[in-house]
């Protein structure tokens, strides 16, 4: 069965630094592999996803992954830190989005903490 | 268009109280899911729905029921609330490859 793993429960980084957030997951057939942003009190939002073709996501807020097949990853980046960011990040993947049982397989969550 | 929208926002419940959770969605998306958030877990799937009339057991279902009557709305209802229920839930709905979901019900079983 598919699992993420979220390497780091937290990640402190001071404003205008550069932040990659690890995410890794456990099956190499084909995954579509998403980025969501929970900021306080809120709701999920999806920050970005790769379906397929350039293993280089842009996604919103300045953020980007990159999907490395080989390593089963897909780290999360930016390159540099605001103090809006501050959130908790959840990686997720699925293998079979056509199927009716379609679900996502959730990683524990990363908050980052921006430092002024 | 609202997205998903969850009612009540908060609720404290006593041990072997009932309550059901209201989730609605306006966006025609056939596919809804419950989800409940514990500190250092994810989120983890209580059950979801593929369309109108139809429900699944997620990977938690234990101690939950769910009824999807009518397309926009899917219902989550704790029988006799346990302690261990006191959690953070999301509802989501999908298009194809997107969930979008609600703010959230926090709830407290003391």
């Known amino acids: 069965a598919q699992s993420v793993t979220q390497l780091d429960s937290q990640v402190p980084v001071f404003e205008e630094a550069p932040v990659e957030l690890r995410c890794n997951y456990s099956s190499s057939v084909s995954v579509y592999l998403f980025w969501y942003v929970q900021y306080p009190n809120q709701g999920l939002q999806l920050l970005l996803k790769?379906?397929?073709?350039s293993t280089l996501v842009k996604g919103i807020n300045g953020f980007e992954a990159e999907f490395n097949k080989s390593q089963t990853s897909f780290h999360l980046r930016k390159p540099s830190v605001h103090i809006s960011d501050t959130a908790e990040y959840f990686c997720?993947?699925?293998?079979?989005?056509?199927?009716?049982?379609?679900?996502?397989?959730w990683g524990a969550g990363t908050k980052l903490i921006i430092k002024p | 268009n609202a997205g998903v929208t969850q009612t009540p926002k908060f609720r404290v419940l006593k041990t072997g109280q009932s309550m059901t959770l209201l989730c609605a969605q306006d966006m025609n998306h056939e596919y809804m899911y419950w989800y409940r958030q514990d500190p250092g877990m994810g989120l983890r799937l209580i059950h979801y729905s593929v369309g109108e009339g139809t429900t699944a057991k997620g990977e938690v279902p234990d101690g939950y029921n769910v009824s999807r009557l009518k397309k926009q709305n899917f219902l989550l209802g704790l029988e006799s609330a346990a302690p261990s229920q006191t959690s953070v839930y999301f509802c989501?709905?999908?298009?194809?490859?997107?969930?979008?979901f609600g703010p959230g019900t926090r709830l407290t079983v003391t």
């Open positions: 790769y379906l397929s073709g």
């Open positions: 997720a993947v699925s293998d079979r989005p056509m199927d009716s049982n379609y679900q996502l397989i």
């Open positions: 989501a709905s999908r298009d194809y490859y997107e969930q979008y």
